[in-house]
């Protein structure tokens, strides 16, 4: 006859959960404590007590946020945006550690980064009074690296950037316009800003289903570089969109055999392996 271990398990299960719990009080007691030194500007010892309430309870949010902000004090930025990341990543709904996360980038000057999670955190809330006043603190920092950082290009690499810019503002039209200056600016047809700028160029023609713009740029950029993805992708993708399904099917395969892991072309290639069958069915 075997022995009733019901008793047992139910006395385990209560004992588990009994230290659980006194577990996450002490993590609270150690967590208030660094609350105390906190307000007195202690930050060194609120670290060391914050650390503490992390090593009992890791799972919990408020300690790694606490812990961020004394690391603000302390001036120790990285640690700071650490913190504030891990924060975010237990409680994505929390919004002080978007704050605090985006301080910390902000001292290390990753001023697009703290931009990224700052529009993170308006997306939780969108009034946040803290999250907004930092948005307009960081957005003129920006302004200013970005500036600082085309002023040191040659005149082909800056109308690439206004091109991309252009791009990303989904003003397909007029940074095709600009692409073509900056091709014309460059001093060879295939240098690595005329390169960029025809595959760019292509993108912008891809938007707009202008599909033997896209080809002949494609082509351009592939007659110096055979195995550039994205312009292998776009041409067999235009190709597609003409009908040219043998051709479309080539530069796709080419694609998936330099990295078959990107999607698009595996539902294309899946795709255009119908349309060439067909095809063939047809004659």
Same mark, same amino acid.
């Given at each position: 006859?075997?022995?009733?271990?019901?008793?047992?398990?139910?006395?385990?299960?209560?004992?588990?959960?009994?230290?659980?719990?006194?577990?996450?009080?002490?993590?609270?007691?150690?967590?208030?404590?660094?609350?105390?030194?906190? &307000? %007195?500007?202690?930050?060194?010892?609120?670290?060391? &007590?914050?650390?503490?309430? +992390?090593?009992?309870?890791?799972?919990?949010?408020?300690?790694?946020?606490?812990?961020?902000?004394?690391?603000?004090?302390?001036?120790?930025?990285?640690?700071?945006?650490?913190?504030?990341? %891990?924060?975010?990543?237990?409680?994505?709904?929390?919004?002080?550690?978007?704050?605090?996360?985006?301080?910390?980038?902000?001292?290390?000057?990753?001023?697009?980064?703290?931009?990224?999670?700052?529009?993170?955190?308006?997306?939780?809330?969108?009034?946040? %009074?803290?999250?907004?006043?930092? +948005?307009?603190? +960081?957005?003129?920092?920006?302004?200013?690296?970005?500036?600082?950082?085309?002023?040191?290009?040659?005149?082909?690499?800056?109308? &690439? /950037?206004?091109?991309?810019?252009?791009?990303?503002?989904?003003?397909?039209?007029?940074?095709?316009?600009?692409?073509? /200056?900056?091709?014309?600016?460059? /001093?060879?047809?295939?240098?690595?800003?005329?390169?960029?700028?025809?595959?760019?160029?292509?993108?912008?023609?891809?938007?707009?289903?202008?599909?033997? #713009?896209?080809? !002949?740029?494609?082509?351009?950029?592939?007659?110096?570089?055979?195995?550039?993805? &994205? #312009?292998?992708? !776009? !041409?067999?993708?235009?190709?597609?969109?003409?009908?040219?399904?043998?051709?479309?099917?080539?530069?796709?395969?080419?694609?998936?055999?330099?990295?078959?892991?990107?999607?698009?072309?595996?539902?294309?290639?899946?795709?255009?392996? #119908?349309?060439? !069958?067909?095809?063939?069915?047809?004659?």
């Amino acid at each position: 006859m075997l022995p009733d271990t019901t008793g047992a398990l139910a006395a385990t299960v209560f004992i588990s959960t009994e230290m659980s719990s006194t577990t996450k009080t002490k993590a609270e007691a150690k967590k208030n404590e660094g609350n105390e030194f906190f &307000k %007195k500007g202690k930050f060194a010892e609120a670290i060391e &007590k914050y650390s503490d309430a +992390i090593t009992l309870d890791p799972t919990n949010h408020v300690y790694y946020s606490n812990r961020s902000a004394a690391f603000l004090g302390q001036l120790h930025y990285q640690d700071a945006a650490d913190d504030g990341e %891990k924060c975010v990543t237990l409680n994505p709904q929390f919004v002080k550690g978007y704050h605090r996360y985006a301080l910390g980038l902000k001292g290390i000057k990753q001023y697009a980064k703290a931009l990224e999670v700052l529009k993170a955190g308006q997306k939780v809330d969108f009034d946040n %009074k803290d999250l907004n006043r930092l +948005i307009n603190e +960081i957005e003129p920092l920006l302004a200013k690296v970005e500036h600082a950082r085309r002023s040191g290009l040659n005149p082909s690499e800056q109308l &690439k /950037e206004q091109g991309n810019d252009l791009f990303k503002a989904a003003s397909f039209e007029k940074a095709i316009e600009v692409y073509g /200056e900056a091709i014309n600016a460059c /001093e060879k047809d295939n240098s690595p800003v005329a390169i960029s700028c025809y595959n760019n160029r292509a993108a912008c023609h891809q938007q707009l289903s202008n599909f033997s #713009a896209v080809i !002949r740029d494609c082509s351009h950029v592939l007659e110096y570089d055979p195995e550039n993805q &994205k #312009a292998l992708l !776009r !041409r067999g993708l235009a190709y597609e969109g003409l009908e040219r399904y043998r051709l479309a099917l080539q530069d796709i395969r080419a694609v998936l055999a330099l990295n078959p892991s990107i999607d698009i072309a595996n539902k294309a290639q899946h795709r255009l392996g #119908a349309a060439v !069958r067909s095809l063939k069915e047809d004659k």
